[in-house]
């Protein structure tokens, strides 16, 4: 195995892998930076330009697509509050605070460097557990499917801060939403208002930009001037003026933080169909969960931005596991990498590895050296990049609307995904106005669609509804669900109680 990685990276190392590589690597990082405007869609505009070279080089390029995407989504998230992809959504809670707080260097690169050791992480299992992690999500079916669905909306519990209630009464509102338009598995129509568009429900990215976006700049807009630029507290000069050594030693000196956030990327990266936004979350709420002081998380913790972004690029080798070994995608990016194996004669699946190992370790290596190139890209363009900062908020947040308009219409080419788009976003406002999180509303709006598809079925395969609590792997995630909302009610107790003590505490003073 080792003598064929090695080769892979030596083969990698040629020009003619490497350039497509780098260019790849920068195209996604770009796309994931911009609002709106998804690794997906970056791959698929990419796509008809590797039809004309040789299959290591056209998935070497979209290899680095996946990684250069899931990390650049965390400069829009961590400096302007706004998630560039969904699966950096997470890494805005504790990015954005930050970087508002007057650290924004400090912000993006321990989103960098978390991704490039989360990235790393996830390729070790990627190349030693393909064959173990993808035999056991075969053991998945519809049961296993809903119980994870629903330990990871257990999360709501812990991603809200002041009231319980509220959140779930967000979430709810996010599960209300995927039930707008057709029945997935019947076809019958529901909530459409007669509104010929809500046919087929709505689409999840227009929400997830309408919601943050228009939220924040609204939000921003009311409380301050619009020549107002993003930060005051410091100068180009000290943003730009970040210890690497320092950061990546605030990350390694978390050793579980790191190692379990990049399991959770890489087991939810084999897992078809759910998704880094997801192990970003799931990554998250752990993260949270664990720590010894959760009441930091959303104010800044260096923490939840680790969890975030290792979760993140540790789902990219996850995802790789089933199109290699099951030739079954992941996500909607592997599927697109699996259409150009289909278009280039070569047939993915169990006999993959033996059949074509040059090209199978050639894309382990791609896959290894798109980091410290996606680390060098984002290096470059730090000194650009972070300089958005400065700019004032009347010409940067009508920019920001239009590319997430644009972004929005660009998905079917229609203007009813710029009409959800704006009515999330009054929506999203009208959240916060009104004390509504808005995390635990996007995550029903991520998990909804899903569990209700697989619970519908499980019944229609065995109506029994015990089987649920009885499979083994099925009852032990709900179990795990029910555990991770008594941990957090026990955390928010916990809290209430520090900060009701603090407040007695000045009160006497």
């Not at 991704?115 to 393909?130: D, E, H, Q, R, V």
């Not at 075969?138 to 629903?150: H, I, K, N």
């Not at 976006?213 to 730009?240: P, Y």
């Not at 010894?292 to 690029?313: D, L, Q």
């Amino acid at each position: 195995m080792y003598e064929l990685l090695g080769h892979g990276v030596a083969n990698i190392l040629q020009l003619k892998y490497l350039i497509p590589l780098t260019i790849g690597t920068l195209v996604g990082v770009i796309g994931g930076a911009l609002p709106g405007v998804t690794i997906t869609m970056t791959i698929i505009v990419a796509l008809p330009f590797t039809f004309g070279l040789d299959p290591l080089q056209g998935l070497s390029a979209m290899v680095g697509i996946y990684v250069g995407g899931s990390a650049g989504g965390l400069i829009t998230a961590t400096l302007l509050g706004i998630p560039g992809t969904p699966s950096s959504l997470a890494t805005m809670f504790d990015g954005f605070p930050l970087a508002k707080r007057g650290e924004p260097g400090r912000a993006v690169w321990l989103g960098i460097w978390a991704s490039f050791y989360g990235g790393l992480l996830g390729g070790i299992f990627l190349i030693a557990a393909t064959g173990p992690l993808a035999s056991f999500a075969l053991r998945f079916g519809p049961w296993e499917y809903f119980s994870l669905f629903v330990l990871a909306l257990s999360m709501v519990a812990g991603l809200v801060e002041a009231s319980l209630l509220k959140g779930l009464i967000a979430g709810m509102l996010g599960l209300v939403v995927t039930v707008l338009g057709n029945d997935p598995m019947m076809g019958a129509p529901r909530l459409t208002f007669g509104i010929p568009f809500l046919e087929g429900g709505v689409n999840f990215l227009p929400v997830l930009i309408g919601v943050f976006a228009f939220a924040q700049i609204m939000t921003d807009a009311e409380k301050m001037g619009g020549t107002q630029r993003i930060t005051h507290a410091v100068s180009a000069a000290a943003v730009l003026a970040v210890s690497h050594a320092k950061i990546t030693w605030e990350i390694l000196s978390r050793p579980f933080l790191l190692l379990w956030s990049s399991l959770i990327g890489v087991w939810i990266g084999v897992l078809p169909a759910i998704g880094g936004s997801a192990a970003n979350m799931m990554a998250y709420d752990q993260a949270k969960k664990f720590s010894k002081r959760p009441e930091a998380f959303g104010t800044g913790a260096p923490e939840g931005i680790i969890a975030a972004e290792s979760s993140n690029n540790a789902n990219v080798g996850g995802s790789l596991v089933t199109i290699m070994a099951f030739g079954i995608p992941g996500d909607a990016v592997t599927a697109v990498m699996l259409g150009a194996l289909t278009i280039h004669g070569i047939q993915s699946g169990p006999l993959f590895i033996s059949q074509q190992p040059t090209l199978a370790y050639g894309i382990f290596a791609a896959y290894l050296l798109a980091h410290p190139i996606m680390v060098l890209i984002t290096g470059i363009a730090a000194r650009w990049a972070l300089k958005v900062v400065t700019v004032p908020k009347a010409l940067l947040y009508p920019i920001v609307l239009v590319l997430c308009a644009v972004g929005a219409f660009a998905l079917n080419n229609t203007m009813s995904n710029v009409y959800v788009l704006l009515t999330f976003g009054v929506l999203g406002y009208a959240m916060v106005k009104v004390g509504l999180p808005l995390a635990p509303f996007i995550l029903g709006v991520i998990l909804g669609d899903q569990i209700e598809i697989n619970l519908i079925r499980s019944i229609m395969t065995d109506p029994n509804p015990w089987l649920f609590v009885t499979r083994p792997i099925s009852g032990a995630l709900l179990a795990a669900a029910v555990a991770s909302v008594v941990f957090a009610l026990w955390q928010h107790h916990r809290s209430e109680a520090k900060r009701r003590l603090r407040e007695e505490d000045v009160a006497d003073f």
